[in-house]
């Protein structure tokens, strides 16, 4: 402990005054080290409060009235089941590599100048405040994957300020065409096929369901695809809604066989598209062909076979 009863250097002999300066200094080294406050605080003033552990540092506020937590810096704790938020997770930071549930202490407790910074880094986070106490004036709160946000409290409830994601995130969803070794993508027929999805590669958040290579989401997202075409005169891959029996968005349309003098060059490219989901409803990816192929979705290569994709990312 080192704190001084006051700042002021009162009249005396040498030997006082050097005592005094040297009580003062002690306690500036220390920002008034101690497990009690400072017997005569100053607005402004430091005070490392000791009766807690670890250790906090405070402020006297401008009023000289209360004194205020200084954030320490940020240190991140890796999460992978649940866990309750204590008084003593302030100005942390969680990073949720699964689907869990992080319950808080009573606001209360946690106090009116606390905050704690969230981060669903591998799937869903759910944010249970304390008994009946609520967060942004509800039970519960979600953190998809790839969100975060800032959880702080007023002393009575709690309060999520979700950060936007960047676009750059990692997709809520992947469907994919997948097959054996030396199995091609699939045949094309001339006009309309239904491209082949069989394998759900992820579902973070669990709001797409597969069924013969037809898809139904749960929220309203934004989806990229990219499909292989070999060796079509004409090819265009579309987004199809199942539920309203319509095409709701397409892919440009590619010219994409060389013709040599006396034959035809097998080529491969691919179709990206790009369309937005609603919650609720079936789609699936169509391809309309000018030509035929027995392996018009895809040539095998020998290697594990992937011939196309769903990347879907919530909007």
């Known amino acids: 402990m080192a704190q001084s009863p006051d700042f002021v250097v009162d009249d005396g002999t040498g030997v006082l005054l050097l005592s005094q300066l040297n009580t003062m200094f002690a306690a500036l080294a220390s920002s008034n080290s101690g497990n009690t ?10 005070w490392f409060d000791t009766n807690s552990t670890p250790a906090v540092m405070k402020r006297r506020n401008s009023a000289n ?30 990073r949720c590599t699964a689907s869990l549930t992080l319950a808080f202490q009573s606001a209360a407790t946690l106090g009116s100048d606390w905050s704690t910074i969230v981060y ?33 409290s007023d002393g009575s409830n709690l309060f999520l300020t979700l950060v936007p994601r960047a676009t750059s995130r990692k997709p809520d969803f992947i469907l994919e065409n997948r097959q054996a070794s030396g199995v091609g ?25 597969l069924l ?11 989806i990229e695809w990219a499909f292989p075409i070999y060796d079509s005169n004409q090819a265009r891959t579309s987004l199809y809604s199942v539920t309203d029996a319509a095409t709701v968005a397409e892919a440009d349309a590619m010219g994409m066989n060389i013709w040599a003098r006396s034959a035809s060059i097998n080529v491969e490219n691919v179709s990206h598209g790009w369309g937005l989901l609603e ?8 391809c309309y062909a000018a ?8 040539a095998t290569t020998g290697d594990p076979e992937r011939f196309g994709f769903v990347k879907g990312w919530i909007d």
């Open 65 to 94: 009235n209360a004194w205020n937590k200084v954030n320490p810096g940020t240190t991140i704790t890796t999460r992978t089941s649940g866990y309750t938020v204590t008084e003593a997770d302030r100005f942390t930071a969680s």
């Open 120 to 152: 669903a880094d591998g799937g869903t986070v759910t944010l249970d405040p304390d008994g009946s106490e609520t967060i942004n004036g509800v039970a519960t709160q979600t953190l998809r994957d790839g969100e975060w946000g800032i959880v702080f």
């Open 185 to 209: 993508g699939g045949s094309l027929s001339v006009g309309t096929n239904t491209l082949v999805l069989n394998t759900e590669v992820r579902d973070s958040s669990g709001i797409v369901s």
């Open 37 to 46: 406050e400072p017997p005569l605080p100053y607005a402004g003033m430091f």
């Open 291 to 298: 030509s035929s192929g027995l392996q018009g979705l895809g």
């Open 279 to 286: 919650s609720g409803k079936t789609y699936r990816i169509e």
């Open 212 to 222: 013969s290579s037809e898809f139904t989401v749960t929220e309203d997202c934004y």
